[in-house]
């Protein structure tokens, strides 16, 4: 499938700025809740790793901490496309306020249970209420920049940027979450998640402006604002993103994906306790995701003409090289190192993948398409946090990381198979017209 960049000018400006990134930024309103988002966004780094660190230290057990942390995942990763969808009808703000408040509940709630020793399956449940209640930021601002943006060149530049600063919220987020909960309190971490991330959360939205508009549903006559659809277009308009042609494809790579991020947490944790440095594990995370936010910088600042599903297999086969060096760890500096060779494939791969998305789904449906791949790598990492935990129970920290070789090893097999018929789908637009 060939999904092209378009190369028209910037038809606000007439020329695009030199620095692209300066450019998106001053679009009104999109500094503001692009910094929103950032902060909304930083439980997604700190509620995994926290609540592996506060469970294994309070009960002593990788395996339940891995339990409990996939229990939180895997029910953000069932709920969150059904919110996403409400969404897209409904609006950002009168969907996700009365969510933000149950989010803190849940996890404020689990931060309580654990102290008081409370059994597993109580955990379960408020880790359930904290992950459902949870919804995609990353979704929304998106959804937002493809509101304010209607140029591809910049929308690029735009989903660029984010994975950036995605990457910015994984290179500060585990430093901080293992720094409070291993010098100062085992919870620290979830403590600063629910009350950083659930005020940043507000932040965002409040900011009504640049909220996309509800989007009801699709008439049922095949009418739309300023023309006539035919029948079949309407009825692809009301399925699913996720059975929108390529989009199970794309998330089945995902999870893929999703099991080497989620198995590299734990096992990174648990290779540093054993090197006598458990406080490094978040510095050395931190090192993954430098790597990647440097490569999506740099990658955001070009424009490229090659096929997207192209340029998306390639990162997925340089993820698959980068875990295969997990092979050469047996030191927490050469770890370190390691995971930040291995993060220059990261960025590119996930703002291919959300091209992609934005391709093959209809433009009602993005943010449930874009949530469905966040999903999707969702479950992949509470997959990879329990295999490797039960991994690490039962041999050491270098089970663990052979979950994330093998998560990474099957996420290039699974894009390289699905290549041929990504680069025979046609793009959503051309789907309907057809």
């Not at 508009?213 to 300023?226: I, N, Y």
């Not at 989620?262 to 594990?281: C, N």
């Not at 936010?293 to 096929?307: D, T």
């Not at 991994?391 to 041929?420: K, N, R």
Request: aromatic share 6%.
């Amino acid at each position: 499938m060939t999904v092209p960049v378009p190369e028209s000018p910037d038809t606000a400006s007439g020329t695009p700025n030199r620095n692209p990134y300066l450019d998106v930024l001053r679009v009104p309103g999109a500094a503001r809740f692009s910094a929103a988002g950032v902060v909304a966004r930083l439980p997604m780094s700190m509620v995994g790793i926290s609540t592996v660190l506060m469970v294994q230290s309070l009960y002593g057990s990788y395996a339940m901490a891995g339990r409990v942390s996939a229990v939180l995942v895997v029910a953000q990763a069932i709920v969150s496309p059904q919110i996403a969808r409400v969404v897209d009808r409904v609006g950002q703000a009168r969907v996700m306020t009365p969510l933000l408040v149950a989010t803190t509940v849940g996890l404020l709630g689990l931060v309580l249970a654990a102290v008081l020793g409370a059994p597993e399956w109580v955990l379960w449940v408020l880790a359930a209420v904290g992950g459902a209640s949870q919804g995609s930021y990353g979704s929304l601002v998106r959804a937002r920049w493809s509101n304010v943006l209607d140029d591809g060149k910049r929308l690029h530049t735009a989903y660029s940027l984010e994975a950036a600063l995605d990457e910015l919220v994984f290179i500060v987020g585990p430093v901080v979450a293992t720094t409070l909960a291993t010098t100062v309190l085992p919870s620290g971490g979830l403590l600063v998640a629910a009350v950083v991330g659930g005020g940043g959360a507000a932040w965002f939205l409040s900011q009504r402006r640049t909220e996309p508009p509800a989007r009801a549903s699709v008439p049922a006559d095949g009418e739309h604002v300023g023309t006539v659809a035919h029948p079949a277009a309407v009825a692809l308009d009301h399925r699913s993103a996720i059975r929108m042609p390529g989009m199970p494809v794309l998330a089945v790579v995902f999870v893929a994906m999703g099991v080497m991020f989620g198995s590299s947490d734990v096992a990174t944790v648990a290779f540093a306790e054993e090197q006598g440095v458990k406080g490094l594990a978040g510095v050395v995370l931190a090192c993954f995701a430098l790597g990647s936010m440097i490569s999506g910088l740099g990658y955001g600042a070009r424009h490229w003409m090659s096929p997207l599903s192209t340029r998306f297999t390639i990162g997925a086969c340089a993820i698959a090289v980068g875990v295969s060096m997990f092979f050469l760890v047996h030191h927490i500096a050469v770890l370190a190192v390691v995971m930040f060779l291995t993060g220059f494939a990261i960025a590119p791969t996930l703002v291919n993948g959300n091209a992609l998305v934005q391709a093959l789904v209809a433009p009602h449906q993005l943010t449930e398409g874009l949530t469905w791949v966040g999903t999707s790598l969702g479950v992949g990492v509470s997959l990879g946090s329990w295999l490797a935990g039960v991994a690490i129970d039962a041999v050491d920290s270098h089970a663990g990381f052979l979950v994330t070789m093998s998560g990474g090893w099957l996420c290039a097999i699974l894009a390289l198979v699905a290549l041929p018929g990504m680069r025979r789908r046609r793009p959503y637009a051309q789907t309907a017209a057809a």
